[in-house]
């Protein structure tokens, strides 16, 4: 397994109406994003355990630098089809939450970039209704609509049965 | 804040800790000047410490304090329990300032003159306040629970005192009173006593509008060093430090488990020697750092003593506090977690669990109720139970709760278990007391204690029995521990089970002996003469059904759990191996059979199997392998005899034994509708008053619930023994050791690795009908005129203890014999036996030859010859009836056997020849007892349609 790019996270929080960094990636040709503040890393994953009876959701866990990593495949977790998967398997990107490490495992990680937070708007009615559970809003770029993803909400499956 | 004034806080905050422990120390013994001299030094370096800070409020308290400690231990002033509260309210009040202080970064205003003129006058020699116990702190806010910090830890027999002056009707001292006996202390005393008028504030702890009596602060010369002796003996070091010694300990545990495995298979490398070296200090370093981490707890009880008297005195109940495995050690930060759950539950059993002294007596309980703390280890590990033996939960009201709670409806409830409902009290906001006092019920608690738990990834069970008591026990995992586990394979995923619980390994194959059987359709494994429930790691996991080797070959691994082994079949089995155990993550914690997961010396990251968890769902398959297990063992040839029991609780905790054969159902009636006729319980039963005999006289009928009742049937009469829970069934090779004395037992025996008592049921059938075993008024002939004799020939007691009441009962006198010699003995000197029941293993018992022999007799041709088989056989019985037995019955066809018996004794129409069973066809029934075909047991072993 092999980082791709590793991105420290800063402690201080950013005043507020100016510029967020997301990380965006892709999944089933839909672009997201999540604060790079959250992002610990980005990965290859190799060698994913499987963990019999985990939810569909949860492909399994991985070992980074000696801590367990749950894997969670955004595909399943976006409700997106299996078709159009990636073959070599996709990349992660490692979140933290509550002491816990899970990687994220999308389709391809794009760049990070910066943008104004006013330009964010709210979900627009007609997303998805799983994706507004998960979505904190909206980017439009020049070529995509960049969705926000709220990361504590994706990682509650609990909350979803 | 900063950091002086953090490591201030903490520091003190022991010191108090300290303090209150030796002050319960110095009130045992108020001579004890070591105590003493101690006490005083902490109260000291408080004190000396706040003035560093400039905590002006907070010195002036501590000096006041320390003057009175100062005239203990000059002999100047008598530790009597008044002037020792008051102590122990200006250590409460420190503790005030103190939380104060760690919430906004300065000393609260709170005005403490009426605290300080107390004790300065206790120094001066006057008399305290009345210093009433107050349990509870005012605290400024009144949301939530509130714990107590006033009041003082009271020594037990101090508190058998209270709550003995209590319960007789003496009030608390007044303060004229105190004042009295004061002044009858002092009265050998030599300085002249002052008796001033009461000081009528009592230990304030609301802000009084007066203003605060100034003190000089004192020059903060003394703060620590002074008493930096004992500080020494210890260095403070932040959790994190040692959180990253933890992790490097392990990775450097598990670098050194490869070097051993590369080293293994070299016996003449010169890395071994020092291999060798570096895994010892890596062991010991290993221990070292985790024990930085444990820490006993005890830790975590040491407040509960004072909690509970204090409630004792609020709530006017007596109250016992039992702190067992005080000793048992658990990581820090776990600790840190518990504390609070632990508290709430032992305030909830003092205030809602237990009753009142009257209360308790009313019931037959001891006035004095028992909340019970016991820690131990268990299988990685770490067991709480916190039991009271109070009034248990109330079903109905959390029934009731729950419904107008919305939180399920009325036929959903009618769905659950007790069980099921009793859950509900770990809702948020569920609180079914009627008062919410000040301590507990405003229903914030138990989901909070829960969902506590749950974060350090453990476990808490609740067990109730109205009238009884509670008790709840929560499982926590040792989450770091480095463990010793097996690492197997099923369906190419590797898993950990802990070595703790693997008993053996056992590898089978459809060629060996050891091979795996099915019945109905569930896997046992015979293992010497024992056979074992299996499950499958690959069905229970439902993972693919994949091939199995070549070979046919699997593999088993026997695990235990508490008394119950069973075996786990895997692909294959690897080493064993030091892992760490990691905690799972929190969306995998639902899944019952993880309790960890662990990465592996090649980095592989694999689940850690809970063999609790296996087990528990293998329940099922359990029940099912046993009974196969009851019918292999019926069948096979060398098989060694075995007996099924029932086993089941009623009245004391000690398990019951009586032979399944027996019992003719078991059943869970609803207590609603149990009817008390005149002298007795009855219940609806089919169609009949069925009465109910409680095994236990001491038995509480329930008014509501589910009774487990087992019921003996006879014919058209059934009757049903009330027991308090029916446990297990139980398939074994017994030897019964008879006891003559007691009624309603036959004796006791080791049942499934436990002694326990066999009840003799006929003692309570009897008792239900009086006249169970006899049948017809044939009786009275059979004594008269002709023989009276029947002649039992079995080697096992048991067997002959079974078959003599039903003989009995008939009216004939039983003899019996061990072996085939004795037999032929007493047949041949007396005449007068009409009926031979012979069990055909019977050491040296040639039964066919005796019968034979019998019947070559002319003497001989008219007793009744009843041959008992341990299994179906039909060759064999063709052959004994040729040779002139007249029935011949399996040993498991109790019910066939008994009816056959009666005929045979009553001289009813005999069975048909016909009549004898295999296994599973319906026998011809007799035109009197036609009810006695349906007998069904429990087991599902049904060889007789029910």
Not at chain 2, 135 to 154: K, M, N, Q
Not at chain 2, 523 to 545: D, F, H
Not at chain 2, 812 to 840: F, P
Request: glycine share 8%; net charge negative.
């Amino acid at each position: 397994m092999s980082h791709v790019a590793h991105i420290e996270a800063g402690s201080n929080a950013k005043p507020a109406g100016t510029l967020t960094e997301f990380v965006t990636f892709t999944v089933g040709g839909n672009l997201f994003g999540v604060p790079v503040l959250r992002v610990q890393d980005t990965l290859i994953p190799d060698r994913i355990a499987t963990v019999p009876l985990a939810p569909p959701e949860i492909r399994g866990s991985i070992n980074l630098r000696g801590r367990i990593v749950t894997v969670i495949d955004m595909r399943i977790r976006l409700g997106l089809p299996e078709t159009g998967r990636p073959k070599n398997g996709g990349m992660g990107v490692t979140v933290e939450s509550g002491a816990e490490l899970y990687t994220l495992l999308v389709d391809s990680v794009g760049d990070v970039i910066t943008l104004p937070s006013e330009l964010r708007e709210a979900n627009p009615n007609t997303l998805d209704p799983l994706w507004r559970d998960l979505a904190g809003g909206t980017y439009r770029l020049a070529n995509s609509l960049m969705v926000v993803l709220e990361i504590d909400r994706v990682l509650d499956l609990r909350a979803k049965n | 804040m900063d950091d002086l004034l953090t490591e201030f806080l903490t520091e003190t905050a022991e010191n108090l800790a300290a303090l209150d422990v030796e002050l319960v120390k110095f009130e045992r013994d108020p001579s004890d000047a070591a105590i003493l001299g101690s006490i005083f030094r902490m109260m000291h370096t408080i004190k000396g410490t706040c003035g560093f800070l400039g905590l002006q409020r907070l010195e002036s308290v501590a000096h006041a304090g320390e003057n009175v400690l100062g005239k203990f231990r000059d002999g100047a002033l008598e530790a009597t329990p008044a002037a020792v509260t008051l102590i122990l309210s200006c250590i409460d009040r420190i503790r005030q300032l103190l939380a104060g202080i760690a919430e906004t970064g300065s000393e609260p205003e709170m005005d403490n003159a009426g605290l300080i003129a107390d004790l300065n006058a206790l120094a001066q020699g006057k008399a305290p306040a009345a210093a009433p116990v107050q349990p509870l702190a005012e605290s400024e806010s009144t949301d939530g629970p509130v714990i107590s910090e006033a009041g003082f830890p009271v020594a037990a027999d101090l508190l058998c005192e209270v709550e003995a002056a209590l319960s007789s009707g003496v009030q608390a001292a007044t303060p004229e009173k105190i004042l009295a006996e004061l002044e009858a202390e002092r009265a050998h005393e030599k300085q002249p006593v002052l008796v001033p008028a009461p000081t009528p504030a009592p230990v304030a702890t609301a802000p009084a509008p007066k203003p605060a009596a100034p003190i000089e602060a004192k020059p903060a010369g003394q703060a620590a060093p002074a008493d930096a002796a004992f500080a020494n003996a210890s260095i403070r070091v932040t959790v994190d430090v040692l959180e990253k010694l933890m992790t490097l300990v392990s990775e450097l545990v598990l670098t050194r488990n490869q070097l051993l495995q590369m080293v293994r298979g070299q016996d003449d490398s010169e890395f071994k020697v020092p291999l060798q070296r570096l895994s010892h200090i890596t062991s010991d370093l290993q221990d070292g750092v985790m024990k930085t981490r444990m820490q006993p707890i005890g830790n975590a009880w040491s407040k509960l003593p004072r909690i509970v008297r204090d409630l004792a005195v609020e709530t006017g109940k007596k109250i016992d506090l039992q702190m067992l495995g005080a000793e048992t050690e658990l990581d820090r930060q776990v600790l840190e977690l518990i504390k609070d759950p632990l508290t709430h539950m032992v305030r909830n059993s003092a205030d809602h669990g237990l009753e009142r002294p009257e209360d308790r007596r009313a019931a037959g309980k001891d006035e004095i109720g028992t909340i019970t703390l016991k820690a131990y280890h268990e299988g990685g590990h770490i067991i709480i139970l916190v039991a009271d033996n109070g009034r248990g939960l109330n079903v109905e009201r959390i029934r009731a709760k729950a419904i107008s709670n919305g939180l399920a409806t009325e036929a959903e409830i009618e769905q659950m278990s007790e069980r099921q409902i009793l859950q509900f009290i770990f809702r948020a906001g569920f609180s079914t007391a009627e008062k919410v006092t000040s301590v507990s019920g405003r229903g914030v608690g138990m989901d909070v204690v829960r969902t506590n738990i749950e974060k350090i990834g453990g476990t808490i069970e609740l067990q109730s029995a109205a009238g009884k008591g509670t008790s709840f026990m929560i499982k926590i995992p040792l989450t770091l521990a480095i463990v010793s586990a097996l690492v197997v394979e099923s369906g190419s995923e590797r898993f950990a089970i802990p070595q703790i619980s693997v008993v053996e390994l056992v590898r089978a194959s459809a060629r060996s002996e050891t091979r795996i059987e099915m019945i109905n359709a569930s896997p046992v494994l015979r293992l010497r003469n024992r056979l074992l429930p299996l499950v499958s790691l690959r069905s229970l996991l439902r993972q693919e059904a994949g091939e199995t080797a070549l070979s046919g070959e699997q593999f088993i691994v026997v695990t235990q759990v508490g008394t119950y082994n069973f075996g786990i079949i895997v692909d294959r089995v690897f080493d064993t191996e030091e892992i760490v155990v990691k905690p799972v993550s929190p969306i995998l914690r639902h899944i019952p059979f993880y309790s960890g997961n662990t990465i592996l010396g090649d980095g592989r990251v694999i689940m850690i199997l809970d063999p609790n968890g296996i087990a528990s769902a293998a329940g099922q398959v359990q029940m099912s392998a046993n009974d196969a297990a009851e019918k292999l063992a019926a069948s096979s040839e060398h098989a060694a005899e075995r007996t099924s029991f029932l086993v089941f609780r009623a009245g004391a905790d000690e398990f019951k034994a009586v032979p399944l054969a027996l019992v003719a159902r078991l059943e869970e009636i609803d207590a609603g509708k149990i009817e008390r006729t005149r002298a007795r319980h009855v219940v609806q039963y089919r169609n009949h008053l069925m009465p109910l005999i409680p095994f236990d006289p001491n038995h509480q009928w329930k008014e509501a619930g589910r009774q487990p009742v087992l019921v003996f049937t006879d014919g058209d009469r059934s009757m049903g023994l009330v027991v308090d829970e029916i446990v297990d069934v139980v398939a074994d090779v017994i030897a019964v050791e008879l006891s003559a004395d007691e009624p309603g037992l036959i004796g006791s025996a080791i049942i499934g690795g436990k002694a326990m008592d066999i009840v003799d049921a006929g003692t309570y059938v009897t008792r239900a009908y009086a006249n169970w075993f006899a049948s017809e008024p044939v009786r009275e002939t059979a004594t008269k005129n002709g023989p009276r004799f029947a002649l039992i020939v079995d080697a096992n007691p048991f067997v002959r203890d079974l078959l003599t009441p039903h003989l009995a009962g008939a009216g004939w006198r039983v003899m019996s014999a061990e072996t085939g010699a004795e037999a032929s003995r007493l047949i041949e000197s007396d005449t007068g036996y009409g009926i031979v029941v012979a069990g055909l293993d019977t050491p040296g018992f040639d039964a066919a030859a005796f019968a034979r022999k019998l019947r070559a007799n002319p003497r001989g041709a008219s007793i009744k010859l009843a041959a008992v088989s341990p299994i179906t056989d039909d060759d064999e019985f063709a052959s004994l009836r040729e040779a002139g037995f007249d029935i011949c019955v399996a040993k498991s066809d109790w019910s066939v056997l008994v009816d056959q018996l009666r005929a045979l004794v009553t001289d009813l129409p005999r069975l048909e020849a016909t009549a004898e069973t295999d296994a599973g066809a319906q026998p011809n029934v007799t035109p009197v007892r036609k009810k006695t075909a349906r007998v069904r047991r429990v087991t599902g072993r049904d060889q007789v349609a029910a």
